[in-house]
C-alpha cells in the first residue's frame, strides 16, 4: 500500500503548479503520500488485483458514508450494485497500465443508491494495485442547483430593494390624497371607497417596510435551532386549519449556532406559511431538523450544516414556477405576493446560508441549510 500511495504522490507532485502549493517552494517536503491524498476533494480509492479496498481518503468516506475502518480489507462489489464493469475496467487498467472511465455506478450508501462516475488508473502494474476515483453525479447537479439559487437570491435582492423604495414615496401621496378626499365626501357610503384606499395603502407600506428591514442590522447570538423551529411551530398552532396536522421530526443532538434568531424565524415562518397556504384545509406538516457533516453548499465545504425543514404532502409547486419560484412577484397563488419566498431566501442568505427545495406532487421539500461558523472571539475548535 505504502508504495501505491508513493507513486500516486509522486503523479500528483509532477505539476508544477501542484508541488508550488504543496510544498511552498521548498526543495524538500515533510509531507506524505497519504497527507496529500486526504487532504484531496475527490473520492479515492486504492483497489489491489483481487479488487478489495486498499485505502480510502477523507473525501471517499464521506461520498460513501463509512470510515476507513468499515472499508479497507471489503471487496469493492459489497459497496456495488453491479461490479462487473468496475472490476472489468479495473483489471484493463492493471493489465495495460492505460485509464479508463466509466458511468452510473450505483453504489449503497446509508440505504439509498447514488449514482456515481469513475475513473480507474493502473498505479503499480507490478502488483496490480488500481487507483479508483469516484465522482458524484448529483453533486454536479446540486452544485448547479445552489449556483442558479445563489444567482437568483442576488437578482432578487436588487429587485425587491429597487421596488420597495419606488412603491414607498407615491404610497404616502396616495394616502395623503385619499385622506383629503374623505373629508371632502357628504356620504358615509362613498367614505367607505376611500377607506379601502387609505386601508390598502397602509397594507402596502408595511410590506415594503417590512422587505426593507430584511436588510437591516444583525443581532447574531448563540441559539439552539429548536428556539427557530418550535417558535413558528407555536404560531402554526394558532393558524392552521383543524384538518391540517403538524408534525415534529427532530435531532435532539443539534449544536448551538450563530445566527440572527428574529431573521431565521422570520424565514422559516415565510417557509411554513408557504407550506400552510398550498395545503388548504386538510393535509400534514412535518417541521425536522438535521446536521449534515462535510456538506458542500455554495461551492464551499463545511464540516457541520444544520438544516431545518419543512414537509407537505400539498400538490406540490407548479412546474411553469419552479425555475423562478425565489425570484419576487413569482407565485402558484391568486392571492400571493410573491416576496415570501424572496424574502426567506435573502434572510437565510444573510445569515451564511441557503434555501434548497424538492416538489413533486405529494411532497414538496423546503431545506434551510445554516453553516455552523464559531462566534467571533471564540476559540477554534
Same mark, same amino acid.
Given at each position: 500500500v505504502s508504495e501505491a500511495l508513493a507513486v500516486t504522490a509522486g503523479i500528483a507532485l509532477e505539476q508544477p503548479h501542484?508541488?508550488?502549493?504543496?510544498? @511552498?517552494?521548498?526543495?524538500?517536503?515533510?509531507?506524505?503520500?497519504n497527507d496529500i491524498l486526504r487532504a484531496m476533494t475527490t473520492a479515492v480509492l486504492l483497489v489491489d488485483e483481487s479488487f478489495k479496498i486498499l485505502y480510502v481518503n477523507a473525501a471517499a *468516506?464521506?461520498?460513501l458514508g463509512l470510515s476507513e475502518r468499515q472499508t479497507v480489507g471489503r471487496p469493492i462489489a459489497e459497496l456495488v450494485l453491479s461490479p462487473e464493469e468496475l472490476e472489468g475496467l479495473c483489471q484493463r487498467a492493471a493489465n495495460t497500465g492505460a485509464t479508463y472511465s466509466g458511468r452510473e455506478l450505483v453504489v449503497k450508501?446509508?440505504?439509498?443508491?447514488?449514482?456515481? /462516475?469513475?475513473?480507474? #488508473?493502473?498505479?503499480?502494474?507490478?502488483n496490480g494495485c488500481v487507483l479508483l476515483e469516484l465522482f458524484d453525479r448529483q453533486s454536479d447537479r446540486q452544485a448547479r442547483k445552489e449556483a442558479e439559487l445563489v444567482s437568483q437570491r442576488r437578482i432578487s435582492r436588487r429587485i425587491v430593494s429597487q421596488l420597495a423604495h419606488e412603491v414607498k414615496n407615491p404610497l404616502g401621496g396616495l394616502r395623503g390624497a385619499a385622506q383629503l378626499l374623505e373629508r371632502q365626501l357628504p356620504a358615509a357610503e362613498l367614505k367607505a371607497y376611500t377607506r379601502v384606499i387609505i386601508e390598502e395603502a397602509d397594507r402596502l407600506a408595511a410590506l415594503v417596510d417590512g422587505v426593507l428591514r430584511a436588510g437591516g442590522e444583525q443581532n447574531k447570538e448563540m441559539i439552539n435551532l429548536h428556539? %427557530?423551529?418550535?417558535?413558528?411551530?407555536n404560531l402554526v398552532e394558532g393558524e392552521k386549519p383543524v384538518g391540517v396536522e403538524l408534525a415534529r421530526d427532530y435531532d435532539p443532538s443539534l449544536p448551538k449556532i450563530w445566527? /440572527?434568531?428574529?431573521?431565521?424565524?422570520?424565514?422559516?415562518?415565510?417557509?411554513?406559511?408557504?407550506?400552510?397556504? #398550498?395545503?388548504? #384545509?386538510?393535509?400534514?406538516?412535518?417541521?425536522?431538523?438535521r446536521a449534515l457533516s462535510n456538506y458542500l453548499m455554495a461551492g464551499?465545504?463545511?464540516?457541520? %450544516?444544520?438544516?431545518? *425543514?419543512? *414537509?407537505?404532502?400539498?400538490?406540490?409547486?407548479? *412546474?411553469?414556477?419552479?425555475?423562478?419560484?425565489?425570484?419576487?412577484? %413569482?407565485? @402558484?397563488?391568486?392571492t400571493g405576493t410573491g416576496l415570501g419566498?424572496?424574502? #426567506?431566501?435573502?434572510?437565510?442568505?444573510?445569515?451564511?446560508?441557503?434555501?434548497?427545495?424538492?416538489?413533486?406532487?405529494?411532497?414538496?421539500?423546503?431545506?434551510?441549510?445554516?453553516?455552523?461558523?464559531?462566534?467571533?472571539?471564540?476559540?477554534?475548535?
Open positions: 501542484q508541488t508550488d502549493l504543496l510544498v @511552498g517552494h521548498r526543495p524538500k517536503s515533510s509531507l506524505t503520500a *468516506e464521506s461520498l450508501v446509508s440505504g439509498r443508491d447514488l449514482v456515481l /462516475d469513475f475513473r480507474a #488508473a493502473s498505479i503499480d502494474q507490478k428556539q %427557530v423551529t418550535e417558535h413558528v411551530a445566527i /440572527d434568531r428574529s431573521q431565521i424565524i422570520q424565514a422559516f415562518l415565510n417557509l411554513a406559511k408557504n407550506s400552510l397556504q #398550498a395545503l388548504g #384545509a386538510s393535509g400534514r406538516m412535518i417541521f425536522r431538523t464551499e465545504q463545511h464540516r457541520l %450544516v444544520l438544516s431545518a *425543514e419543512v *414537509e407537505d404532502n400539498g400538490p406540490g409547486i407548479p *412546474e411553469d414556477i419552479k425555475e423562478t419560484i425565489f425570484y419576487p412577484l %413569482v407565485t @402558484g397563488r391568486d419566498l424572496t424574502i #426567506a431566501q435573502d434572510l437565510v442568505s444573510r445569515n451564511g446560508g441557503l434555501i434548497e427545495f424538492d416538489s413533486r406532487p405529494g411532497l414538496t421539500l423546503f431545506q434551510m441549510r445554516l453553516p455552523i461558523r464559531p462566534a467571533p472571539g471564540a476559540p477554534k475548535p
